[in-house]
């Protein structure tokens, strides 16, 4: 059974970090990208970034370009998004997703994170 | 990047049909076969639900079917039933420096 834990989320200051962790079991976790995307609360879902699956490349939503960073180890199947610079927009559930091409199909069940002072 | 726009809410009774529409722009629904659609639950993860259009991932349901005319894709749910009440999303690769854009999300209730 493929599943997808998220960790890592809580309440955090403006201008604070935070990283997450995804820990993938149940599939071949080298043969896919992996994505980050979040859902504001009463929001829509909204990528946030994703890397290959060596490591070696990386994209981000424009936003969020400069202020997070994402980043996997393969030997613990386990994928990372570090969250510095935060501010209050970035309040969210943050979901680990896997990447095909041109889809997501296995999704976590999220972690919350609230940016607040 | 904007979000594709959806309807907010569709609702039907069940056993009818219902469809979800999902308007992009030839830069993202438009310029590729690659919309999906997911399903989601209150307080759930997503559920893929369509991929590439219309195709439908092992273990979906045929009352799901997905098309696509020009810049807005469209998600079918015939036979409606109780359990489809949920909320949809339509997501499209864009080739793009943001590579996957969603939609606003459509609440479909159950009349």
């Known amino acids: 059974e493929v599943q997808l834990v998220e960790s890592g989320g809580g309440l955090v200051q403006p201008g604070g970090s935070l990283r997450l962790s995804c820990a993938a079991s149940g599939f071949t976790f080298t043969d896919y990208w992996m994505s980050w995307v979040r859902q504001a609360p009463g929001r829509w879902l909204e990528w946030v970034a994703n890397i290959k699956p060596d490591g070696t490349e990386t994209e981000f939503l424009d936003s969020v370009k400069g202020r997070f960073t994402i980043s996997r180890d393969n030997a613990k199947k386990s994928v990372y998004l570090h969250l510095n610079t935060l501010r209050a927009e970035d309040t969210a559930v943050y979901y680990c997703?896997?990447?095909?091409?041109?889809?997501?199909?296995?999704w976590g069940q999220g972690t919350l994170v609230t940016v607040s002072s | 990047q904007s979000a594709l726009t959806q309807p907010a809410s569709v609702s039907g009774s069940p056993g009818q049909s219902i469809t979800i529409s999902c308007t992009g722009t030839?830069?993202?629904?438009?310029?590729?076969?690659?919309v999906s659609w997911y399903q989601q639950h209150p307080g759930k993860a997503p559920k893929l639900m369509i991929c590439?259009?219309?195709d439908r991932p092992s273990g979906i349901s045929d009352r799901f079917s997905g098309s696509k005319s020009g810049n807005t894709a469209s998600l079918t749910i015939s036979g409606l039933q109780a359990e489809d009440e949920a909320d949809y999303y339509c997501s499209s690769y864009t080739g793009r420096s943001t590579p996957y854009v969603f939609g606003t999300g459509t609440k479909v209730t159950v009349l």
């Open positions: 997703a896997t990447q095909s091409s041109t889809n997501h199909k296995y």
């Open positions: 030839s830069s993202d629904v438009g310029a590729h076969n690659h």
């Open positions: 590439d259009v219309s």
